[in-house]
């Protein structure tokens, strides 16, 4: 089973499907949406299918740049934020709520950064996803 919700790779997502699988979690994944939208223009939607095991998932982008990634999944998603590490060190330095701040800290180290994933089900969890987004644009 992918981590996604959508996992035909002949099939991209609908409007309709992901919101009939989002359920009660439409409304944040349309916030995100819309926040980043609005406070970092110009942000470019992207679908993309990155296999049988992760499934199809939205990008946000900023010219070749993603911002953040946005993974379908029953009744919620995963937001997902790879932060370089002068961005963990502004962020950390700039004071992260403690919730964002643990999640950095747990995230694993890779080249391209840390990957951080968020569930976010509820509108506190969209907010440390926005609180991330922000550690990663400034």
Same mark, same amino acid.
């Given at each position: 089973?992918?981590?996604?919700?959508?996992?035909d790779?002949?099939?991209?997502?609908?409007?309709?499907? &992901?919101?009939?699988?989002?359920?009660?979690s439409a409304?944040?994944?349309? $916030?995100?949406v819309?926040? &980043?939208?609005?406070?970092?223009?110009?942000?470019? *939607?992207?679908?993309?299918?990155?296999?049988?095991?992760?499934?199809w998932?939205?990008? &946000?982008?900023?010219?070749?740049?993603?911002v953040?990634y946005?993974?379908?999944?029953?009744?919620?998603?995963?937001?997902g934020?790879?932060?370089?590490?002068k961005?963990?060190?502004?962020?950390?330095? $700039?004071?992260?709520?403690?919730?964002?701040?643990? &999640?950095?800290?747990a995230?694993?180290?890779?080249?391209e950064? $840390?990957?951080i994933r968020?569930?976010?089900?509820?509108?506190?969890?969209?907010?440390?996803? *926005?609180?991330?987004?922000?550690?990663?644009?400034?």
């Amino acid at each position: 089973m992918a981590l996604s919700a959508f996992d035909d790779k002949g099939h991209r997502p609908e409007a309709a499907e &992901l919101t009939g699988v989002l359920a009660d979690s439409a409304p944040l994944w349309s $916030r995100l949406v819309t926040h &980043l939208g609005k406070s970092y223009p110009p942000i470019t *939607e992207e679908w993309g299918f990155t296999g049988a095991k992760y499934g199809w998932s939205l990008r &946000l982008k900023r010219k070749d740049r993603v911002v953040l990634y946005l993974t379908p999944q029953t009744g919620g998603f995963i937001a997902g934020v790879v932060l370089g590490e002068k961005a963990v060190a502004a962020a950390l330095g $700039r004071g992260l709520s403690a919730r964002a701040a643990a &999640l950095v800290e747990a995230a694993p180290r890779y080249a391209e950064g $840390r990957g951080i994933r968020v569930e976010v089900a509820a509108e506190d969890d969209a907010a440390v996803v *926005e609180e991330l987004v922000a550690a990663k644009m400034a």
